[in-house]
Structures are given as structure tokens and as C-alpha cells.
């Protein structure tokens, strides 16, 4: 299999590609640059100032023969001024020379040592035979000319060497500079070169893989959920592309798991539905045709209780007792699982309810048992809340009717209450009566849950489940407070209508 390489290794690759050429041309272009310094150098600082100081040793050498010239033919003596002055020049002249290359072995120097000693030869055969007193004479300045000429040969070549070398250093300058303009378009060139090939090596190994890659994730995505995602390129983009399709085939299988959980959900739904239907029917059976043979049978048993009281022997009064009771209970408990199964079916239209005039409709209903008992029942002023009448009535008359039933030996006192908590209002019915232990706090809320035996306290032990399902059914929750030091406190809460104008709305 062809290895695949990273973006890092692509990069380092076009970095080294890229420096190598980009070194390159600047060494090259460093060393045209020197070359055209020294060139320059050359011209300006050696061969430029031979020829300048050439020019002097010439003009210094014709300062000395006219001079001469002059005294020899007019013989007064500050004709040798000229001739002094230029002797001077001279070794002013040769001095710098020698200071600029013009030493002995070299081709100049050659050159230089020929005009000083043919200037020496011209010295001592004319000039200091008449500087030490012999007459002069015009013989004297016959004889000058020719070894004069030696001199003006001699400088004539060391000025045409001169002259050479000057034009060499300038043909050397102009050639370094042609060099460093073609190093410079070279380097542009090759500048171009490195940024294509960064550019080409991006394109092809990094830009191109991506857009393919979002391509497939874009198809994906809005086309075809089902095709691969493959991916190219670099081993990140490969990389990236087998985190998408693990990514793709995970969702498929949590898609595939969920349309199966939808089609269960939908096959319980429809078994629900049935066993709905079911329950439906059963309670109309319950409140219809089992109420009436169950009226029959407690009106029957209560005329033979009527009638034969006191007729028959102990036993016989208790099994008749026995028997209207068990009518009754069972009376009582079909009703209340009636209730219960009732709780959000057909659920009614929520409207805006004062649910002080909800407690005061359920302390009607127990009037009975408030007089019986002797209860005493406070309220505090209570909020209007959203919600079924009769369902929420029958909330405060099973709070109300168990602090009633399960009081002590005084007369109960039982405090209803409202209080905003968030969003919601949270009730409380508290009382001072036998209290119910914290480990049964759930367990009194599930249906036919008793902690008292049926001869103690009456009931079936669905009030408190019936309440909770009518509060969770309006959005609220139910609970026993268990930090009451005495006594029993349930508490539950109702969601908060914002304003008047909005629960009117509403319903």
C-alpha cells in the first residue's frame, strides 16, 4: 500500500524545497554583489588613482626637463625651481604608486622601476654634471633630448599599462553588475517558484482534499445519509474523514435503534390505546352494572339488618353487620378507583379557580365530620391558580378529611396556607394530629397503601394516591413535609397564573 503523508511532512518537504532554492539564489546573488564591490573597489580605489598619479609623474618628469632646459640655456639660477618642484612631485608620485601595487616584481612596478631608472640615467648624464659647476652649454641640451625621450617612453608605457588595466577594472564592473541583475531576476524568479510551488502543494494536498471531503459530508448530510464518507489526501484529512464515518455510522445505528424503539413505541401505544379503551369500559361497567346488583345487595342487607335486629341470635346480628359493612366498603372503594381512573382521560378545560372557594366547597362537603368531630379550621387568604374544579376540590377535601380522621384525643386544629415559591404557589394543610413516621413519606402516596388497620381509621387508601395524580396532572407535585416537629403538614404546589387578564385568557 502507497504510504500517505502528513501535512506536517508536506510542509517540512516544501520548506526545504523552498529553502534550498531560496538559499541558493541568495548565495548567488551575495557572491554577484561582492564581485561587483570589488570590481568597483578596483576601479575606484587601484587603477583609477595609478592613473591619476601616472599623470603626475609625467607632469612632475616635464617640470624637471623644462627646468633644466631653462637654466641651461639662460643659466640663472631660479630656472631650477621648476626642477626641484618637480622632483618633489616625483617622489610623491612614485611613493603612491608603490602604495597602490606598484611594487617591484609586479608588471607596473617593472614598468615604474624602468621610468625611475631611465630618469636617473637622464639625472646624471646632464643635470648633475651642471648642478656640480661644469659650464652649460648647448652640446648639453643636445644630448638631453634622446635620453629624455627614454623617459617619455618609459612613461608612456607605464601610462598605457595604466590605461589597460583601468579599462579591464571597468569591464569587470560592468560584467559584475550584468552578473547581479541576472542573479537578481533569478532570484525573482525563483521567489515566484517557491510561492507556486507552496501554493501548488496546498492546493493539491490540502485544499483540494478538504473541498472533497466537505463535498461527501455536505452529501451526507442533505442527500444521502447512507453513502461513505472516504476522504483523501494527507493522513489528517484521511484521518478526519474515518472520524465522519464513524461519526455517519454511529447516527445510522442510533437512527436505526431509534426508528425501532418509534415502531415499539408505536406498537405500545396502540396496545395502550386498547388496554385505555379496556379500562374505559370496565369503568363504565364498575359505575353501571356493578353499582346496581352491589345497591341490591347493601339495601337488602340493611332491610334484613332492620328487620330481624334483635331477632336473631348475636352471631346472626354480626354476620348481617358483617355484610352491610363489606356493601358499603366495597360501595366506597369502587367509587374511589372510579375517581382515580377518571384523573386526566377526558381531561376538562382549565379555568381560572379561587381556590379559597375550593376549600370552602370541600368544608361543605365534611360538615359532618367537622361537627362530629369538633374541628377547627383556619386558611389564610389562598391565590387563584388554573385548574379543574371538582378534581382540585376533591385535593383539599382528602387533605382536609385525613387531618380530620387521624386526629388525637383533643378536637383537631388544622391550618391551611399559600405561599409564592418560584413559578408556583406551594399549599400546606398542616394539623396536630397522630403525625405519620418520615420512612412511610412515599409510601402513603401509592394506592391502597394503609399503615392503620381498617377497624382503626375507615378508608381505602386511595385518597392520598388520587391527590397526587390530580396535582402532577396539573403540573404540580405533592410531598409530606418532614420537618414538622408535630402533627402532619402535606404540602403541594400549583403552577402561578402571571396575572388575572392571562388566566382569563386562558380559559
Known sequence: MKPVWSISRWAALSGVITTLLLGGAIVAGSLALTNLTDSRARLLDVTGPQVLQSTSLSTAMLNQETGVRGYILAGRREFLEPYRDGLRAQDTAVAELRRLGATPGTAIGDDLDRVLSAATTWRRAVIEPVLAGAPATGAQVDASKPLFDEVRGSLGALQNRLEAERLDAREDLSSSADVLRAMLVVIAILLCAALALVFLVLQRKLIWPIRRLAVEVRDVATTDIHREVRGSGPKEIREL?????????RIIAEVTDLERAQETIAVRTRELERSNSDLEQFAYVASHDLQEPLRKVASFCQLLQKRYQGKLDERGDQYIGFAVDGAKRMQALINDLLAFSRVGRRPGE?????????????????????????????????????????????????????????????????????????????????????????????????????????????????????????????????????TVAAGTRFSFTLPAVQNSSEGNEQA
Do not use: M
Not at 474523514?241 to 455510522?249: M, N
Not at 374544579?389 to 387533605?399: D, I, M, P, Y
Not at 400546606?428 to 394503609?450: L, M
Open 241 to 249: 474523514a474515518s472520524d465522519v464515518e464513524s461519526l455517519r455510522s
Open 350 to 482: 382549565p379555568v381560572l379557580l379561587e381556590t379559597g372557594g375550593l376549600l370552602d366547597t370541600a368544608l361543605g362537603n365534611l360538615d359532618e365530620a367537622i361537627t362530629e368531630s369538633a374541628a377547627r379550621i383556619t386558611h389564610r387568604d389562598l391565590p387563584a391558580v388554573l385548574g379543574e374544579k371538582s378534581l382540585l376540590t376533591a385535593v383539599f377535601q382528602n387533605l382536609v378529611g385525613n387531618a380530620i380522621k387521624f386526629r388525637g384525643e383533643e378536637p383537631p386544629e388544622i391550618e391551611v396556607s399559600a405561599e409564592r415559591d418560584g413559578a408556583d404557589w406551594r399549599f400546606s394543610v398542616t394539623d396536630k394530629g397522630i403525625g405519620i413516621s418520615d420512612e412511610y413519606a412515599e409510601r402513603i402516596f401509592v394506592i391502597f397503601q394503609r399503615l392503620h388497620g381498617r377497624g382503626d381509621y375507615p378508608g381505602t387508601g386511595i385518597g392520598l394516591a388520587l391527590c397526587r395524580k390530580i396535582v402532577e396532572h396539573h403540573g404540580g407535585r405533592i410531598w409530606l413535609d418532614t
